[in-house]
């Protein structure tokens, strides 16, 4: 029903910047969209979400490093990633979720994002 397609991983120095893509095709509305991520050995945390209304919620280890935002009228949403640490390694995935008869939640495939030291 919902499909996310990501772009905009890749390797990066310390310091640098990145900016991921994601866009949903949905044939019912999506409540909220966000970015998680996974590093090796370690579970999916959440990084940044955005709600339909515009509300943002970030992860104390990006707040102020990272910016989610939504194009105006899509289901597209970015994540801005600015002064990366090598601790920002992992696949980040796109999630969406929405309300039809339950709660549903949709994932990318992810997008790997490494950074060197």
């Known amino acids: 029903q919902v499909q996310l397609v990501e772009s905009g991983g890749g390797l990066v120095q310390a310091g640098g910047s990145l900016r991921l893509s994601c866009t949903a095709s949905?044939?019912?509305?999506?409540?909220?969209m966000g970015w998680y991520r996974q590093a090796p050995g370690k579970q999916r945390e959440m990084v940044a979400t955005?709600?339909?209304?515009?509300?943002?919620n970030y992860a104390d280890a990006v707040k102020g490093r990272f910016t989610i935002s939504k194009a105006d009228g899509e289901d597209t949403i970015y994540l801005q990633m600015l002064s990366l640490i090598p601790e920002d390694t992992a696949v980040y995935y796109c999630n969406a979720g929405l309300y039809v008869a339950g709660p549903q939640d949709y994932w990318g495939q992810g997008t790997q994002v490494t950074v060197s030291s």
């Open positions: 955005i709600a339909s209304g515009g509300i943002t």
């Open positions: 949905s044939a019912f509305e999506i409540t909220v």
